[in-house]
């Protein structure tokens, strides 16, 4: 296996060959054991300093990337985009250029605007990592699902893999269809017909409108939350009602013979594409995902830091 990444930033998970991935996961392997022994730290970055810029809320990216970077030993900035001289009109590629003259390494960017980490890669010098650019992409949530996968079957070739509800407008449905297709998996798309994109066929992926008949075709569904801030139209005519169709719950469980594994991203909407007993389950792996989220982005993390170091030893 190569030992270094072929990429210098992570502004998509298509940009990762089976090599990258294999490496990501072995060293996520080797940081969730250092991260669940007394001492979670290694002194291994303490000459990186990382920019955590967060132009859109976040609980789980946000204090994973954190805790990640405090698990490296790394110098840390957290930026506050509310707070920030963007309100005084400065552009995202001045902000970004500043605090990269205060000799800072890596940026870790949240936008809401899809392509926001691309666009930055090509106006400045640094390595970005993309912690999810609006409805497009968020590489490290399709890591650490997929991560989380392997810890359940081992090998997911052939695996039967659903992904559930607002497809759309999802960042996670994209990077995991990435991810996943790369692993040789089989994979399904389920949701109203007014929240699966046209086309999506093309991505080699299946489209179901029925719920039961997904679940009973797959070892492991994703089920994503309704984005409704990033909806200016009405996609579906209730909550009440799209729970009644794509919500899973006991009585849907009760119609399945298979037993599947349960995944979501966060932040949950209990009671609309989850309710509280499913998502609280034994078949949910939920808080695993949360967990190897730090083991994950400190292995991405550690990666591309490791082509700085080589950098300036040359
Ligand atoms: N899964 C995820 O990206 O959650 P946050 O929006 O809370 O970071």
Known sequence: MNKALSVNSLLSINDLNINDLNLIYKTATYFKEIINRPIKKVPTLRDITIANLFFENSTRTKISFELAEKRLSSDIINFSAQYSSLNKGESLIDTVNNILAMKVDIIVLRHPSPGAAFFLSKNINSIIINAGDGSHEHPTQALLD?????????????????????????????????????????????????????????????????????????????????????????????????????????????????????LHPGPINRGVEISSEIADSDQAIILDQVENGVAIRMAVIYLLAKNIKIKNAD
């Open 146 to 262: 997929s991560f989380s996968l392997m810890e359940k079957f081992g090998d997911l070739k052939n695996k039967n893999i659903a992904i559930v509800g607002d497809i759309l407008h999802s960042r996670v449905a994209l990077s995991n269809i990435y991810v996943l297709k790369k692993m040789g998996v089989n994979i399904r798309v389920c949701g109203p017909k007014t929240l699966i994109p046209r086309n999506i066929e093309s991505l080699g992926v299946d489209i179901s409108y029925d719920l039961i008949d997904t679940l009973k075709w797959c070892d492991a569904v994703n089920m994503l939350r309704v984005q409704n801030e990033r909806m200016n139209l009405k996609f579906f005519p209730s909550n009440r009602e799209y729970s009644q169709m794509y919500g899973l719950n006991n009585d849907v469980m009760k119609k399945l013979n298979n037993e599947i594994i349960i």
